[in-house]
Structures are given as structure tokens and as C-alpha cells.
């Protein structure tokens, strides 16, 4: 993949392309997490300016019982990468980030480096209006200055009050504090922050292609799946592993096209004998 193209998918949005949204509300519903993201739509913008044609997605379903989940394969100049996604509940959000959908989506895109930049972002508490929803006129003007947007003074009382905290926002103290200083250059955080939201994302990764790997390996093979998956392993790493755990997100994708391709060729012959293909 051409390196110019993967810095041009990690530019940052623009500031007025950042959507607050609800994230977790306190027991008292006077006050909300702000989470930044960006609408589905300003990403595939952005695969169409800097890729044109050469991207694609697919979708497969993970069966669960209890909510709708799915495995997104975005695939940009041969290259794919998978992640998963499952609905958060609250169809009034769905577009930005709520659907199995565009959640499986935009992690796939991260992989990428698309996106990545909203992780720098601060995600404070602030006051909340239960009746609408949505965050007080207050807390939306200090969210705008966070991103440098121009909007009215935030006068002291608007601020978040850090002091109170309901039992369930504690652990915000864990994360980091937001500055004041409005930021306008939406320069990268150091790389002492920045890593443990790469090492979340490198753990997505795997584990989505975990599944892919072993659905892939039960289509072609049923019950010998389990001696074939073992021998692969062992051949990819030279004998230094033996289960899927062992595997490095390359190695993962590296068999995962190894069996895509095979399934092509058994479909190809079954089509030139006169057969109908298997799913």
C-alpha cells in the first residue's frame, strides 16, 4: 500500500465535522459523558478523495444472542483489514456511531488510521438534560471551545465541576483531565497517551480476525479443522506456535488470504465441472 495514501487517511477531521454525543449518564442524569466522533458519512467522504476507486467493504454476521454484532472487512488497494461492531442501543445515535454497522466501520478504519485522531480528544463530564437528551445549551458552548469552534464566553458556572462526581464517574479519574486551551491545531498527543489507545485498537484487530481466521477454516475444512488450523500455525511460525493465540495480526491475515484464495479456485473448478458453487 502506498505510504502517501495511509497519511492522507490519518489526517484529522475538521473541527466542525466532530459530533458530541452522550456517552455514559450519572445515576442523578444531571450529567453526561461527551464522546467525540464523526459522522459515517464524512468517512466514506474521505476513502472517496483519497482512494477513488480502490476500496470496498464487506460485512459478515457474528451470531449472538443477546445483540446484533458484525465483522467489517474494508479492503483499500488489495489490502483488508477486519473489525467488529455491535449496536449500542440508541437508535437517535445510530448514524454517528450507534449501529453494528457503522461501529464495525469505523473500527475497521482505525486500522487504517482513519479516525484515530478523535482518540486525542477529551471526553469530559458535563451537564445533561434528561428531558431532551441531549447536553445543556451551557455544556454545548464549552464542548465548541474545546475544538476551538466560535461560540459565546463559557463563563465559570459552565464549566464541569470535577468535584462532583456522581459513584458512577469515578473512574474518570483515571483518564486524562481536559485543558482549558482551546485546541485549534488538533495537534497529536504525546506518544505516553497515545499508546494505549493504539495497543486497544491492535487487540480489536486480533480479535476479529481470530473469528474471521477460524469461520474461514471451519467453511473449507469442517472437522479437520482443528489438525488443519494446528499445522498452519505451526508452519507460519516456523514451530513456535501451535495456537491462534501465537499469531501476529500479519500472520492472521496472511492465512485468512491464503483461504480466501482457496475457496476461489474450489469454487472455479466446481463452476468449469458444471456445479453450483458451495456459499
Known sequence: MDDDLLVELRQPFLPSQIIWQVGQISQDQSRAQAQATVALRAYLNRLDEVCGLAWSVTYTPWADADKARLICHLTIQGVTRSSTGEADGQPARNESSGSAEAQAFKQACALFGLGRDLDTLPSPWVAYEPATQQFTAAAQAYLANLLGQPTQPVTAEEQPEPEAKAESEVKVELEAKPDSTPITDRQPVPQAIAEPTQASHTDTALAALRIVFDEAGQALYGEQWAQVSKHNIERITGGQGQ?????????????????????????????EAGTTPSA
Open 243 to 271: 495456537l491462534v493465540s501465537d499469531l501476529t495480526e500479519e500472520q492472521l491475515q496472511k492465512l485468512i488470504d491464503g483461504m480466501h484464495q482457496l475457496k476461489r479456485r474450489r469454487q472455479a473448478k466446481q463452476a
